[in-house]
Structures are given as structure tokens and as C-alpha cells.
């Protein structure tokens, strides 16, 4: 459960950059943005395939 619970974290939180970028920012800085949900995106993915060989070993 814990795992599901982070994984969620780092989504909301993609989801809530991207409104932000776009409806408060209006879209200014949308470059910053993409890097910042293109690096939440690769720790999540690290955190799924820790989370998968953790529950794979032990």
C-alpha cells in the first residue's frame, strides 16, 4: 500500500504543475514545467521498479 500511495503522490502532483502552468502561469513558463514533469515522471518510474523487485525478492 505504501508504494501505491507514492506512486499516486508524484502523479497529483504531475497533474497539479500542469494545471498550474496552465491556467495561473498562462502557459509562461511551460518549458520549466515540462522538465520538472518529465523528471517526476522518471522518478516514478524508478520508484515502480523498486517497488517491483523489492516485492519480486523479498
Do not use: C, D, P, Q
Amino acid at each position: 500500500m505504501r508504494h501505491i500511495t507514492g506512486l499516486y503522490i508524484i502523479m497529483t502532483s504531475i497533474f497539479f504543475l500542469n494545471y498550474t502552468s496552465v491556467f495561473l502561469l498562462n502557459n509562461n513558463y511551460s518549458g520549466i514545467i515540462g522538465w520538472i514533469t518529465g523528471i517526476l515522471f522518471l522518478v516514478g518510474t524508478v520508484y515502480f521498479v523498486a517497488a517491483k523487485r523489492e516485492r519480486l525478492t523479498g
